[in-house]
């Protein structure tokens, strides 16, 4: 059984930085194409960022370029976000999901039920 097990959110002041992480199990990590996506109360779900399971390549959404960075560890299994210069429009549930065939450059667009595993999500507050 496939699970992805968010963790590291928070509340944090504007300006901020928080590190979240995504703990993989039940699947061959190093295959997946990892990325995070996030939903914001009223709003519909948006991509965030993403990394190719070699790790060379990662994409982002034009909102966190520059300050957000994704990263991985094919040994432990976990995809990480860091986020640095946080604001309060980035206050959203952080998902992490999870797909072996979609390019990482299609993401972006692709409908999101073709990613094959997500994550229950968790909390970044940012207060301004």
């Known amino acids: 059984q496939v699970q992805l097990v968010e963790s590291g959110g928070g509340l944090v002041q504007a300006g901020g930085s928080l590190r979240l992480s995504c703990a993989a199990s039940?699947?061959?990590?190093?295959?997946?194409?990892m990325g995070w996506f996030r939903q914001a109360p009223g709003k519909e779900r948006e991509f965030v960022a993403v990394?190719?399971?070699?790790?060379?390549?990662?994409h982002y959404a034009d909102s966190v370029n520059g300050r957000f960075t994704v990263s991985r560890d094919n040994g432990k299994n976990t995809v990480n976000l860091q986020m640095n210069s946080l604001k309060p429009e980035d206050t959203a549930v952080y998902y992490c999901?999870?797909?072996?065939?979609?390019?990482?450059?299609?993401?972006?667009?692709?409908?999101?039920?073709?990613?094959?595993?997500w994550g229950q999500g968790t909390q970044v507050t940012v207060s301004s």
């Open positions: 990394i190719r399971w070699t790790g060379g390549a990662t």
């Open positions: 999901a999870a797909d072996q065939w979609l390019d990482v450059r299609r993401w972006l667009r692709a409908p999101q039920h073709e990613l094959s595993y």
């Open positions: 039940g699947l061959t990590f190093s295959h997946y194409n």
